[in-house]
Nanobody
Framework: QVELVESGGGSVQPGGSLRLSCTALRSIFSWYVMGWYRQAPGQAREEVATVTPGASTTYADSVKGRFTISRDHAKNTVYLQMNSLQPDDTAVYYC?????????????WGQGTQVTVSS
């Protein structure tokens, strides 16, 4: 069992920045991919960014150049730095993690944190 605790959501004006954090309550960094999904009301869930144990990253086209995912092994924490936020970024953001050694992927999820971008 992997418990993930998120923090850092909130409200910001367009063009602003927020940083989300997701901390695993036990050490999982050696074998777990971590990342972020988001879901806006009435819309499909979107995978925003991922980071592998080796620190390779991927991003959705909608956030490339604006969002940066990173991880701190010592703190068992993954971050999502979000810059140049726009109203379309408004959503609940969910952190997830899965073990790359397991054939049938199983995602562990954080509780979700609301991000609201409006003027």
């Amino acid at each position: 069992q992997v418990e993930l605790v998120e923090s850092g959501g909130g409200s910001v004006q367009p063009g602003g920045s927020l940083r989300l954090s997701c901390t695993a309550l036990r050490s999982i960094f050696s074998w777990y991919v971590m990342g972020w999904y988001r879901q806006a009301p009435g819309q499909a869930r979107e995978e925003v960014a991922t980071v592998t144990p080796g620190a390779s990253t991927t991003y959705a086209d909608s956030v490339k150049g604006r969002f940066t995912i990173s991880r701190d092994h010592a703190k068992n924490t993954v971050y999502l730095q979000m810059n140049s936020l726009q109203p379309d970024d408004t959503a609940v953001y969910y952190c997830y993690a899965y073990d790359i050694r397991v054939a049938d992927r199983y995602n562990y999820w954080g509780q979700g944190t609301q991000v609201t971008v409006s003027s």
